[in-house]
């Protein structure tokens, strides 16, 4: 299941051999270059839809200069730094994303964007032109939903020399046009849903807790356009922060449980009994009946299924859970009669 962001990047002009110190910054502000987002997901992990909101992440973003007569494809090796990693952010009186420091398109060449979100993960991110990828090193899925972030790279803007499109935000739309870029999610979004096996109507199950354990780290490159995980490493534990939910009836949807996990692709494990590095997950629960209360259960289950061996970028995946119970059965039995000793004496009729 892909999900894009679209970005645009509104510009303006620039001596290519001149920085932007030397720039008429009186010059009309559709001359800038700006950053049009084109998408509107939620403001919490995981981003959705194919908008990238206002109050969305702010992101970064890599450019680099061309002269006449050259190209990306051919010759990003003498591409010149001309945006090194920069911030972009919303602007609300312009509509428009944008750079703290403005930036003007050349008045002759070309320029090649890259971007990636979000921008708190800079320290992590380079990019090397001559190679065109851009590698996120070593990161790390956060231990709680709240810290996660939904990591993200941007399809390659080869060979600009003006804005492409312009921005419309979730509610409203910018005059300006912006440099137009498409995002990916990187990360695997991981989901636990809960409900009730048939004939369990009159019991109440309550689902107390989800933990699992996977690996959380890894290094994204992404060249020229193809992203590629290395094997993940470091077995860490996860926690889905649901508050109690009960499990509906089998007849009725699944429900979710806690919050969706952005996780690093890795492949799936898990041999019985486990092992230490295998990826599981540990389901807590309750029963009740007509409110007399029959205890908790917790019970480890492998995350690989026979459809799911691994956890690949930019997919869902949705552990729809059945919790069933042990019915009583009753296995019937007599002990048989045992002749009384003693008997009685013989008894003589005459």
Known sequence: MKKFFFLA??????????????????????HQINFSTVAAPGTRTPLSGTIYKTTDPTFGVFSYALADG?????????????????????????????????????????????????????????????????????????????AQTDLMWANTQKDLTENQAVYTSESETSTLKGVNMVFHH????????????????????????????????????????????????????FDSEGADVVAPNNSADFAVFGNANMMVPQSLTAANPFAADDQTFTITYSL??????????????ALRTADVTAWEANK???YNIVIDLDKIYFSPSMVDWVDADPQPTEITVQ
């Open 9 to 30: 990047v509104a510009a303006v002009a620039v001596l290519a051999s001149c920085s932007k110190n030397e720039l008429d910054l009186t010059s009309n502000k559709e």
């Open 316 to 318: 869902k995946y949705n």
């Open 186 to 237: 990187a990360l695997s979004q991981v989901i636990f849903k809960v409900k009730k096996a048939a004939g369990l109507d009159d019991y109440t199950i309550t689902v107390n807790s989800i933990t699992f354990g996977a690996l959380s780290t890894g290094t994204l490159t992404v060249t020229d356009d193809a992203p590629a995980w290395g094997a993940a490493t470091v077995k860490a534990s």
């Open 70 to 146: 050259k190209n990306w494809a051919a010759n990003s090796a003498d591409g010149q730094v001309y945006m090194d990693k920069v911030e972009i952010s919303y602007n609300s009186t312009d509509k428009i994303w944008e750079p703290a420091d403005v930036y003007f398109w050349p008045l002759s060449g070309s320029l090649t964007f890259v971007g990636f979100s979000p921008y708190s993960e800079a320290s992590k991110v380079a990019y090397a032109p001559a190679s065109k990828a851009l590698t996120v090193t070593n990161y790390v899925a956060a231990a709680t939903t709240a």
């Open 288 to 301: 009740e009946k007509s409110g007399t209360s029959l205890g908790q259960k917790a019970k480890e289950l």
